[in-house]
């Protein structure tokens, strides 16, 4: 976890998010599967731990089941770095999930054709 905090760290500035930038912020949280919670929640995590905030920045998750999360959180309250950090790992893992279902897709179409 530490890698992919100090890895995506490396590569946000400390600055707000745009409009646009919120806005597609809020559609990739919406999109998340389980994992990619789990993961964005470790983040937030992450980084309260080296601010040595421990509200978590007003960030809670509910388990709900085995399978499903909900998390929740208000844009606004988070540092904007950490909003930054977060906002890369969606797009990180928006890509990873896009590769993976075309991967999907490219095998149903072979297996389909054998």
């Known amino acids: 976890m530490f890698t992919l905090y100090n890895n995506i760290l490396k590569k946000s500035k400390d600055k707000k998010l745009t409009i646009k930038e919120k806005t597609n912020f809020v559609k ?60 890369n790992f969606l797009i990180l893992h928006e890509k990873r999930s896009l590769t993976e279902s075309n991967r999907n897709i490219i095998k149903n179409e072979i297996m389909s054709s054998i």
């Not at 994992?35 to 964005?40: A, F, N, R, Y």
């Not at 040595?52 to 959180?73: H, R, V, W, Y």
Request: net charge negative.
């Open 28 to 87: 990739l949280v919406k999109q998340l599967d389980s994992e990619g919670k789990e993961l964005l929640y470790m983040l937030i995590k992450q980084h309260s731990v080296i601010c040595k905030d421990p509200t978590l920045f007003g960030c809670t998750i509910i388990e709900t089941s085995n399978i499903n999360e909900t998390l929740t959180f208000e844009l606004s309250n988070l540092p904007d770095i950490l909003s930054q950090i977060l906002y």
